[in-house]
């Protein structure tokens, strides 16, 4: 009954469900607490991310909470709202409450940040930043690429020059998204300072509605490439306030998929980064972990984006009408 219980992968389907019945008989309930002090934890998973109301996370949530419970593991929802005491806080509760391990979307990705964190559990896999191998499993989207995969495409597309909207500089994603914009416009033979940059320092839709009236007033490139999605919602409306057509006068790339746009705008094309993979392959690499004891190696997931074209851009000579 152990096996079925507590590690079901393992146990044939036959005696998984002769064991199913005789609990459902017996009105069996395991006794977690003594499971606890024989294993050290219990099956609680404690996930902390910077914000619930950012729909980036939130399907990173669906995608944990999905692969947890296949696992017969609980999770615990925890939000540090951007405030690194509050981050470490929950990650000191989850290790009181001899949670599994811990699944942490880290406020900044400085290694001895990171390392001071792991000290305060025994598990924790790093989401959405590369962390040092020597200190914790991590699983990330290839940025770098991201970024050139926009930018290659408003290449593409009729204009002149290129705009990039972006966030602080200090975010890791924010910086990769830049550097992989560069490389397409070196890839191009184009020079990579030519790119037109504006930083927010909060990537909002009302942030890009305000760049996105700059663009105009400055004579900007119209091609414009927004590292989040949030941000090029915004920047299109700011155009088309300001009389610009999409795609016709401007097209804009986003990062997420994110489905912000309102009815009356054009689908966005954007980056898509695997929301659903970055949650289910951080529980893996937890569970793993937990199953190899001693003998684990940690490792660092890279997971690639693909761009999604839709109707914010049209590629030089197609008019749109297929």
Same mark, same amino acid.
């Given at each position: 009954?152990?096996?079925?219980?507590?590690?079901?992968?393992?146990?044939?389907?036959?005696?998984?469900?002769r064991?199913?019945?005789?609990?459902?008989?017996?009105?069996? +309930?395991?006794?977690?607490?003594a499971?606890?002090?024989r294993?050290?934890y219990?099956?609680?998973?404690?996930?902390?991310?910077?914000?619930?109301?950012?729909?980036?996370?939130? $399907?990173?949530?669906?995608?944990?909470?999905?692969?947890?419970?296949r696992?017969?593991y609980?999770?615990?929802?925890?939000a540090?709202?951007d405030d690194p005491?509050?981050?470490?806080?929950?990650?000191?509760?989850?290790?009181?409450?001899?949670a599994?391990?811990?699944?942490?979307v880290?406020?900044?990705a400085?290694?001895?940040?990171?390392?001071?964190l792991?000290?305060?559990?025994?598990?924790?896999?790093?989401?959405?930043?590369?962390?040092?191998?020597?200190?914790?499993?991590?699983?990330a989207?290839?940025?770098?690429?991201?970024?050139?995969?926009?930018?290659?495409?408003?290449?593409?597309?009729?204009?002149?020059?290129?705009?990039? +909207?972006?966030?602080? $500089?200090?975010?890791?994603?924010?910086?990769?998204?830049?550097?992989?914009?560069?490389?397409?416009?070196?890839?191009?033979?184009?020079?990579?300072?030519?790119?037109?940059?504006?930083?927010?320092?909060?990537?909002?839709?009302?942030?890009? +509605?305000?760049?996105?009236?700059?663009?105009?007033?400055?004579? $900007?490139?119209?091609?414009?490439?927004?590292?989040?999605?949030?941000?090029?919602?915004?920047v299109?409306?700011?155009?088309? $306030?300001?009389?610009?057509?999409?795609?016709?006068d401007?097209?804009?790339?986003?990062?997420?998929?994110?489905?912000?746009?309102?009815?009356?705008?054009?689908?966005?094309?954007t980056?898509?980064?695997?929301?659903?993979?970055?949650?289910?392959?951080? +529980?893996?690499?937890?569970?793993?972990?937990l199953?190899?004891?001693?003998?684990?190696r940690?490792?660092?997931?890279?997971l690639?984006?693909?761009?999604?074209?839709?109707?914010?851009?049209?590629p030089?000579?197609?008019?749109?009408?297929?």
């Amino acid at each position: 009954m152990s096996n079925a219980l507590n590690r079901p992968e393992i146990v044939s389907d036959p005696t998984r469900e002769r064991v199913q019945r005789a609990i459902e008989e017996l009105d069996f +309930v395991p006794n977690r607490a003594a499971a606890t002090l024989r294993q050290g934890y219990n099956r609680l998973l404690g996930l902390v991310i910077p914000d619930i109301s950012n729909p980036f996370y939130a $399907a990173i949530v669906d995608a944990v909470v999905d692969a947890a419970d296949r696992h017969r593991y609980a999770v615990a929802l925890c939000a540090s709202h951007d405030d690194p005491d509050r981050e470490r806080r929950h990650l000191a509760v989850l290790a009181e409450q001899r949670a599994a391990g811990a699944l942490v979307v880290p406020l900044t990705a400085d290694s001895s940040r990171l390392a001071q964190l792991r000290l305060v559990g025994s598990h924790l896999i790093v989401i959405d930043r590369v962390a040092d191998t020597a200190e914790s499993c991590s699983v990330a989207v290839d940025d770098v690429m991201g970024g050139q995969l926009a930018v290659s495409h408003l290449l593409a597309c009729e204009g002149d020059g290129i705009t990039l +909207v972006n966030g602080p $500089a200090a975010i890791p994603q924010c910086a990769d998204r830049r550097a992989g914009a560069a490389k397409a416009m070196a890839d191009a033979g184009f020079e990579p300072s030519s790119i037109v940059e504006y930083e927010v320092a909060e990537m909002t839709v009302e942030a890009g +509605v305000e760049i996105g009236r700059r663009i105009v007033a400055d004579g $900007a490139p119209r091609r414009v490439f927004c590292t989040n999605d949030q941000i090029a919602t915004g920047v299109m409306r700011g155009l088309t $306030a300001a009389g610009v057509r999409i795609p016709d006068d401007a097209s804009v790339v986003g990062y997420g998929d994110l489905s912000l746009e309102s009815p009356e705008r054009p689908l966005l094309t954007t980056v898509v980064q695997p929301k659903q993979a970055l949650g289910e392959v951080s +529980v893996t690499l937890l569970l793993e972990e937990l199953t190899e004891g001693q003998s684990h190696r940690h490792v660092a997931r890279i997971l690639q984006p693909e761009l999604i074209v839709r109707a914010s851009t049209r590629p030089a000579g197609t008019d749109g009408s297929g």
